[in-house]
């Protein structure tokens, strides 16, 4: 909702100057300019981007419009691994066979229905815990096993948000190329009424700005904005990671749920007290 607020705040500055100066907002009408550049920058990601980048892309852009990991979804997931760990407590590590293998059966996971649906997150946790569960990985190891998956999955979820970035820096070039295509159209004019040559040069300039307007105010944002949404991605599965280390090193669950929430931000970060009684709360289910 914030890339929606942004947008509109955009907007209105922009016309807003504009008709401050005594601009006529119609005057920047021009479809035909859109076209062109919309046109053609969409043309130039289809041949620059494999398919499957695409629709990642469409996948982050739509999921831009739901929320963020807040406090809350860490506090989650650091209770959900709290649960998982006194299982094994319990049970042993067979106990959480059926819950690894069979996730969206387990009453654990589908008390956390924002992690369950978190793919990525869940195929993670689970195959590292199927890892764990053989016994043949050394903690060392294990952390190395996690780090090339982490930094998989980062990597490819960075392939969209720089194709869109390198849609932006394309964006003023083809204002430029809607501004020549329509000098063409007034010097093939030159001899007309000057109302409307200046008409045609204004329809030009307008290519240039809608370029630049796109690039800087809409489009390079929106990149970044994806960007920081793959970053939180990529805390929320170091946490998970940090937690199954020290849960693989052998220390309680306790302790490997606080070596997970030491590893987020500050503004993310559950407190120490509100962690140990949500803790305290999943004991007595």
């Excluded at 194709?163 to 007309?192: E, H, Q, R, Y």
């Excluded at 105010?217 to 929106?222: E, I, R, T």
Aim: aromatic share 8%; glycine share 10%.
């Amino acid at each position: 909702m914030l890339a929606i607020l942004g947008a509109i705040i955009v907007i209105g500055s922009v016309l807003g100057g504009f008709m401050w100066h005594g601009g006529q907002p119609m005057a920047l009408n021009q479809p035909n300019e859109v076209l062109i550049i919309g046109g053609a920058a969409l043309g130039a990601l289809i041949i620059a981007t494999p398919t499957a980048v695409l629709k990642g892309l469409i996948n982050q852009l739509t999921g831009l419009f739901g929320g963020g990991f807040a406090k809350k979804d860490y506090l989650d997931v650091l209770v959900m691994m709290f649960e998982v760990f006194n299982v094994a407590r319990r049970d042993g590590l067979v106990g959480l066979e059926n819950h690894v293998e069979h996730p969206d059966e387990s009453e654990i996971f589908q008390r956390y229905p924002k992690f369950l649906k978190n793919h990525a997150a869940m195929a993670f946790f689970a195959d590292t815990m199927r890892v764990i569960i053989s016994g043949a990985v050394q903690p060392h190891d294990l952390e190395d096993l996690m780090d090339s998956d982490i930094e998989a999955m980062h990597e490819a979820e960075m392939e969209p948000p720089t194709a869109l970035n390198t849609t932006a820096d394309s964006l003023p070039g083809l204002g430029i190329v809607a501004a020549v295509l329509g000098i063409v159209i007034t010097m093939a004019k030159i001899d007309g009424p000057p109302a409307e040559i200046g008409n045609s040069v204004a329809s030009a300039l307008v290519g240039t700005f809608l370029g630049i307007l796109s690039c800087y105010g809409f489009v390079g944002p929106l990149a970044v904005s994806l960007k920081h949404r793959v970053n939180e991605n990529r805390q929320y599965i170091t946490c998970i990671k940090h937690g199954l280390l020290a849960f693989n090193k052998g220390v309680a669950g306790v302790i490997a749920v606080e070596f997970a929430r030491r590893s987020l931000f500050e503004i993310v970060r559950p407190g120490f007290l509100e962690l140990e009684a949500a803790c305290n709360e999943a004991k007595r289910r």
